[in-house]
């Protein structure tokens, strides 16, 4: 595998906030059994989450644990705890 990740180095930033950079916010991201989820979308609720996590003391590198059914909102959970450096 020839990618080589930089210094700092961000998988939510990678994989969302680059589609967002690139003007692909509208196009669908995840399919969920209720129903298609945009970059846009999933970049709001990451976005929340990650506040939600930052204002209840959750540091970078700390590990959270989301207990969620599939569906938008364990995508969101996910991608705020990525987006804040969490694991």
Known sequence: MSFQPPEQF?????????????????????LTDAGTL???EIQALANRFGHVFTESGVEPEQRVMIALPDGPGFVGALFGTLKIGAA
Not at 10 to 30: H, Q, T
């Open 10 to 30: 961000n998988i939510a930033d990678y994989f969302l906030d680059a589609r967002m950079r690139e003007g692909k916010g509208e196009r669908p991201a995840v």
């Open 38 to 40: 945009t970059y846009r």
